[in-house]
């Protein structure tokens, strides 16, 4: 098994044979290509898996959506970094010189420092102290580097990584940049206490119109999302919407 099968959309453990037999083939396919390694992200939709491609249209949904809406796009859970990277591309392809809206991601890059009794429950092996952990923080500054290169004013920086125990890094954050105006809060912290802080400290700076995403709302597996959304806001203050093609993710335009 490749270095990148066991973890592939962190969930590997749980696809079937068939699922399994592709994700073998694709990159077998992938690494027998003739085709150099620019050739290949440039013609990236013979290789990437349909659902990272409607992953990736998702995103961009969610970015139409407030590409006129002033203010900066917050992601908390970064992870690998294709969603964070992917807003910071349409930011350089849809609006070149807006260089007041960051993309701003946080994450410990270590996986989850602590859960509460409210994340309890979950059947997903990630469920624990460490779990979900990418250490893809280094990875990303250079990623970041190499896109600033690639966009009109790349001297000013756009895409922000916060490193750490969002419970401690969100609150300096705030204190730090206090003219913070957020247009999109994309969620998946996955944790109760995580969650509840991230909206605490973000929803008062989002204008109506703004968006906030939920990667886990109503997922099994990660109750603690869902229980803090009810109590930092209450779900029935909110119109939750989805695309028809996504099966978990939804959000919400505050009206």
């Not at 006129?68 to 609006?95: K, T």
């Not at 701003?104 to 952990?133: C, E, N, Q, W, Y």
């Amino acid at each position: 098994m490749g270095k990148g099968k066991k973890g592939y959309r962190l969930g590997f453990e749980k696809r079937d044979e068939r699922e399994r037999s592709f994700i073998d083939d694709l990159e077998k396919g992938y690494s027998e290509s003739g085709l150099t390694d620019i050739e290949k992200l440039m013609n990236f939709s013979m290789y990437v898996p349909r659902q990272d491609i409607a992953t990736f249209i998702y995103k961009y949904e969610l970015f139409k959506r407030v590409v006129n809406v002033h203010g900066s796009i917050v992601e908390c859970g970064v992870a690998f970094g294709g969603g964070l990277m992917a807003f910071a591309q349409f930011s350089a392809i849809f609006e070149e010189v807006n260089y007041t809206r960051k993309i701003i991601g946080f994450d410990t890059f270590a996986g989850f420092p602590h859960l509460s009794s409210k994340d309890s429950g979950s059947s997903s092996g990630h469920s624990r102290v460490g779990g979900m952990a990418v250490d893809s923080f280094k990875e990303l500054e250079k990623c970041i580097g190499l896109y600033n290169r690639n966009r009109f004013l790349g001297h000013i920086n756009k895409v922000e990584l916060v490193k750490g125990d969002v419970m401690k890094t969100i609150p300096k954050y705030i204190k730090d940049n206090p003219s913070l105006v957020v247009s999109l809060l994309y969620l998946d912290f996955d944790l109760y206490e995580a969650t509840k802080v991230a909206l605490k400290y973000f929803l008062p700076r989002m204008p109506k119109g703004a968006v906030i995403a939920f990667d886990e709302v109503g997922h099994p597996d990660w109750p603690g999302e869902t229980q803090a959304v009810i109590d930092a806001i209450g779900l029935n203050n909110l119109r939750l919407e989805r695309c028809t093609f996504d099966t978990t993710r939804s959000f919400a335009v505050l009206e």
